[in-house]
């Protein structure tokens, strides 16, 4: 079965960097995009950037944009999310999730997810 | 952006009954839209997608429709595992994709 494991979260400081990962186990990796979607405490949950499965568009939520890059190792078979400049409004769990259930270039619908990983951005 | 609403924030109700949640979209999002199941301490879970189409091994229980600007998802007779927290999202247009804030559905 289809399985997401994403790591690397924690806490850090506002200003800060952190980089997250996620492994997929069970598909074809390169053969699909994939989503960053993240929930801040409390609240619901937010879209935040997609990778083609070749890498070759990415797309961001305009609240990320400079700040958060999205990447992909297809032979490793893990997903990234480089985080820079965090904020105290970062502070979320950040799931990596499979486009799909339909193979396309972006479909936009979050077929699959992971269990996500704890951000904390604060002092 | 497109904006959808959902009512009501919170649904109690008993095992065995029939669970209406309703989505608005700011605009029409044609059938482009999808409902997904949150559990505490899960990853959330596609249920419909297309408005109505089932996902991968979602039981019969579940039932997606509408269209335009007004959706709803049913749940026939309500399962303990039903219990959750469910989300309306939007692929019609994007950047950004955006979800509702919930609907949770509590044990009354």
């Known amino acids: 079965q289809v399985q997401l494991a994403e790591s690397g979260g924690g806490v850090v400081q506002p200003g800060g960097s952190l980089r997250l990962s996620c492994t997929a186990s069970g598909i074809t990796f390169s053969s699909h995009g994939f989503h960053w979607v993240r929930q801040a405490p409390g609240k619901g949950l937010e879209w935040v950037a997609f990778i083609q499965y070749d890498g070759s568009n990415k797309y961001y939520v305009d609240s990320v944009k400079g700040r958060f890059t999205i990447s992909r190792d297809n032979s490793k078979k893990t997903l990234y999310l480089q985080m820079n400049y965090l904020r105290a409004e970062d502070t979320a769990v950040y799931f990596c999730?499979?486009?799909?259930?339909?193979?396309?270039?972006?479909?936009?619908?979050?077929?699959?997810w992971g269990l996500g990983t704890v951000v904390t951005v604060s002092s | 952006e497109i904006v959808l609403t959902q009512s009501p924030a919170t649904l109690s109700l008993s095992p065995g009954e029939r669970a209406t949640l309703s989505c608005r979209a700011s605009q029409s999002v044609s059938s482009y839209l999808a409902w997904y199941q949150h559990r505490p301490g899960q990853g959330p879970r596609l249920l419909i997608y297309e408005t109505s189409k089932r996902a991968t091994d979602i039981p019969a229980r579940f039932t997606g429709s509408g269209s335009g600007t007004d959706f709803t998802l049913t749940i026939s007779s309500l399962e303990p595992e039903d219990f959750a927290v469910y989300y309306c999202?939007?692929?019609?247009?994007?950047?950004?994709?955006?979800f509702g804030p919930g609907t949770k559905v509590e044990i009354k």
């Open positions: 999730a499979k486009d799909g259930p339909l193979v396309a270039t972006i479909y936009g619908v979050f077929e699959y």
């Open positions: 999202q939007q692929r019609s247009n994007w950047p950004p994709f955006t």
